[in-house]
Nanobody, 120 residues
Framework: QVQLVESGGGLVQSGGSLRLSCAASGRIFSINTMAWYRQAPGTQRELVAS???????NYPDSVKGRFTISRDNAKNTVYLQMNSLNPEDTAVYYC??????????????WGQGTQVTVSS
């Protein structure tokens, strides 16, 4: 049906950078908002960044100025550039897409998650 595949996670030192990618594929008619969430052990999943189809981005204060979300609509791909990483950014990062399938059903889809670990 629809798949979201993330890549780009890993281990980085404090102050370093990582770039995450998430490609959506399958029976997709259109994609509305795409977003990144993260979840650290023992915490709830939280929004990290979101971007509309038109390119309007939104960030919580915790990452504003450090993270940048972007998307390539032709490739159904969303990116997350993460700079000035600190240990509090350590979490599993999940890609999310609100999309309409070729059956004209709109729903949220999630990737499998990619681990980001920031060492101090």
């Amino acid at each position: 049906q629809v798949q979201l595949v993330e890549s780009g996670g890993g281990l980085v030192q404090s102050g370093g950078s990582l770039r995450l990618s998430c490609a959506a594929s399958g029976r997709i008619f259109s994609i509305n908002t795409m977003a990144w969430y993260r979840q650290a052990p023992g915490t709830q999943r939280e929004l990290v960044a979101s971007i509309t189809a038109g390119g309007s981005a939104n960030y919580p204060d915790s990452v504003k100025g450090r993270f940048t979300i972007s998307r390539d609509n032709a490739k159904n791909t969303v990116y997350l550039q993460m700079n000035s990483l600190n240990p509090e950014d350590t979490a599993v990062y999940y890609c999310n897409a609100n999309l309409m399938t070729l059956s004209f059903r709109r729903s949220d889809y999630w990737g499998q998650g990619t681990q980001v670990t920031v060492s101090s």
